[in-house]
């Protein structure tokens, strides 16, 4: 044995470091690392998937970038007015727009590349594939039941070209929708090129010049839901003014009254005045002053917002907010004003006044210090005995009319109204009033029940002088039953 020899427990680490020394000319730890598959396919991987992950989020970041700069988006939910006139305008749009390509084809020779050109763009011009169609009933003129449909862009993305500009409209269902209406909540997003952003304002001119298009000669009616105005069934048709008639000058007075607070704006902003004015119609029912309002309206191409003050749960607050929020160009009516005088007893100890609006609530909704201006509102009752003086005075009722009972001239006026076509020597006309004054209903009958015998009577002028006597002066209305 070698006595020169290290002892067995001085080998180990002689040899790892012997190892370690030849692995050095090899590279070191590094080379072998290098050298084993698995670590470098690892290793590579794990690279791709840090330069694709950093090379994501720049193209992210990049196209973020590049669509702020180069596009722009416009929004319009449901709850915007223009909503719904933006979706018919985009089916309108389209149908004139396709019309107006496939019209210019084939035409004359010095226009067929015009035509040429135009069969281009129709090829390109995208059209819209995901429809929805939206209904209504409404009633014609006679009475008969018509239903009423329009086809419009359904939920989902289109793509349209105004002019040169190509725009994308998303239009989205949101899950939620309105506990009141049950309808779903609805956005539509418009995107386009920033530098086409100025289409967007003619556009919206055009979408809104269809809509006023489309309520031209008629009357909106409005109705409350919750707390806000909604359109009540379709428009309405505007009334004639000379179709309501009614005793000598008393249109024309009011009228007037009108049209000079219309125009009298700044006189009352200047002197501190608040813009508003109030008027009741009251009288017997029959004598035509819910006619009256909707004839006055379409003469003044105002709206009608109607609100019942005996509707139960229209409180004194929803009251007040409703007519912080009319429509512009929007007669309030108010019917039944005689309700609220009613609940004003109703009060317990507790201040609950029941689930309608209060006395004192419809006094402060008139010209409390919290009430609209910029209106005109109308409050209609049967029973003006049941108001009292505190809502009639001043500033809450600036002109109170009655309406009542048909006096001589609205009778004969009525009668031209019906039977002037057959009539055309007057001799009907003077032997109705003969009869009626005979009868004594001069000033006992309301127009309304004169109106259901002569419509009992549609162009036999004797028939209704034989029925006169069945027009009941007690009760305001003709009884034809026993005819």
């Known amino acids: 044995m070698d006595q020169n020899a290290p002892a067995p427990s001085q080998q180990a680490p002689q040899q790892l470091t012997k190892q370690i020394n030849i692995g050095a000319g090899d590279g070191s730890i590094f080379s072998q690392l290098t050298a084993n598959p698995f670590f470098t396919a690892g290793f590579g991987l794990a690279g791709?998937?840090?330069?694709?992950?950093?090379?994501?989020?720049?193209?992210?970041?990049?196209?973020?970038l590049l669509r702020r700069r180069l596009l722009v988006d416009l929004e319009i939910t449901r709850h915007d007015e223009s909503y719904q006139w933006l979706l018919h305008w985009m089916s309108a749009y389209q149908r004139a727009q396709l019309a107006s390509a496939e019209g210019s084809v084939g035409v004359a020779s010095n226009v067929?590349?015009?035509?040429?050109?135009?069969?281009?763009?129709?090829?390109?011009?995208?059209?819209?594939?995901?429809?929805?169609?939206?209904?209504?009933?409404?009633?014609?003129?006679?009475?008969?039941?018509?239903t009423h449909f329009a086809i419009v862009p359904g939920p989902g993305k289109h793509l349209m070209r105004y002019g040169n500009a190509f725009i994308m409209v998303d239009r989205q269902r949101e899950k939620t929708f309105d506990l009141q209406t049950g309808i779903p909540f609805e956005t539509v997003t418009l995107t386009t090129l920033y530098a086409y952003r100025h289409v967007f304002e003619q556009l919206f001119k055009e979408a809104h010049q269809l809509a006023a298009q489309m309520h031209e000669g008629k009357t909106v009616i409005f109705t409350s839901r919750g707390t806000d105005w909604e359109t009540f069934g379709q428009p309405k048709r505007k009334r004639p003014l000379e179709s309501v008639v009614l005793e000598k000058g008393?249109?024309?007075?009011?009228?007037?009254?009108?049209?000079?607070?219309?125009?009298?704006?700044?006189?009352?902003?200047?002197?501190?005045?608040?813009?508003?004015?109030?008027?009741?119609?009251?009288?017997?029912?029959?004598?035509?002053?819910?006619?009256?309002?909707?004839?006055?309206?379409?003469?003044?191409?105002?709206?009608?917002?109607?609100?019942?003050?005996?509707?139960?749960?229209?409180?004194d607050d929803r009251l007040n907010y409703l007519l912080q929020k009319v429509p512009p160009r929007t007669i309030v009516l108010l019917e039944d004003a005689d309700a609220a005088w009613v609940n004003r007893s109703q009060a317990d100890e507790h201040g609950y006044a029941g689930a309608t609006v209060t006395f004192s609530?419809?006094?402060?909704?008139?010209?409390?210090?919290?009430?609209?201006?910029?209106?005109?509102?109308?409050?209609?009752?049967?029973?003006?005995?049941?108001?009292?003086?505190?809502?009639v005075r001043p500033g809450r009722i600036d002109m109170t009319v009655r309406l009542g009972e048909a006096t001589e001239s609205q009778i004969e006026a009525l009668w031209d109204r019906f039977y002037a076509d057959v009539d055309v020597d007057g001799e009907g006309r003077r032997r109705f009033m003969h009869r009626v004054q005979e009868l004594g209903l001069v000033g006992s009958?309301?127009?309304?029940?004169?109106?259901?015998?002569?419509?009992?009577?549609?162009?036999?002028?004797?028939?209704?002088?034989?029925?006169?006597?069945?027009l009941s002066a007690g009760h305001g209305h003709v009884d034809l039953r026993g005819s």
């Open 250 to 315: 008393v249109k024309e007075r009011i009228v007037e009254d009108i049209q000079a607070f219309l125009g009298a704006r700044t006189w009352y902003l200047d002197r501190g005045i608040p813009y508003r004015r109030g008027y009741l119609l009251y009288g017997p029912p029959g004598t035509g002053k819910s006619s009256f309002i909707q004839a006055l309206a379409g003469e003044l191409d105002f709206n009608i917002a109607i609100l019942n003050v005996s509707e139960r749960g229209l409180t």
């Open 445 to 470: 009958i309301s127009p309304a029940a004169l109106q259901g015998l002569f419509l009992y009577n549609k162009g036999d002028m004797d028939g209704a002088i034989a029925q006169a006597e069945l």
């Open 112 to 146: 067929q590349q015009r035509g040429a050109f135009s069969s281009i763009i129709r090829r390109i011009t995208p059209r819209l594939h995901h429809l929805q169609i939206q209904t209504a009933k409404v009633k014609r003129a006679d009475g008969a039941p018509h």
């Open 361 to 391: 609530g419809l006094l402060n909704a008139l010209d409390g210090v919290a009430s609209a201006e910029e209106r005109i509102i109308f409050l209609t009752t049967n029973h003006v005995e049941r108001l009292d003086a505190a809502l």
């Open 48 to 64: 791709l998937a840090a330069v694709a992950r950093i090379g994501q989020q720049g193209l992210r970041r990049g196209a973020s």
